[in-house]
Nanobody
């Protein structure tokens, strides 16, 4: 069983930056594809970014491409989401997720483990 704990959320102004962290325990982190998703009030959970086991392959939602960066540190069992140039429409609960397989994934159904979420609020 894999446990995921997100941290780093908060309230910031538009144009600011935040870095989310997701610490994993249990399982085999270094063999897992990882992803970040977000869910705004009244909306479906949506894909943000994903990274494969080695960190060499990443994909982003069009809405965050060029502003967000996903990275991982397998020695620390942590995945990060650096968020720059934040916009009010980025406001959501951000979830870290892990796959049982090593590749990337852009769909919620591809993930087996989820964190509890971290609130990110961007004011205009």
């Amino acid at each position: 069983q894999v446990q995921l704990v997100e941290s780093g959320g908060g309230l910031v102004q538009a144009g600011s930056s935040l870095r989310l962290s997701c610490a994993a325990s249990g399982g085999t982190f270094g063999a897992s594809g990882m992803g970040w998703f977000r869910q705004a009030p009244g909306k479906e959970r949506e894909f943000v970014a994903t990274i494969n086991w080695s960190g060499l392959t990443t994909y982003y939602a069009d809405s965050v491409k060029g502003r967000f960066t996903i990275t991982r540190d397998n020695a620390q069992k942590t995945v990060y989401l650096q968020m720059n140039s934040l916009k009010p429409e980025d406001t959501a609960v951000y979830y870290c997720a892990a796959k049982k397989t090593s590749l990337t994934g852009i769909r919620v159904a591809q993930y087996d483990y989820w964190g509890q979420g971290a609130q990110v609020t961007v004011s205009s």
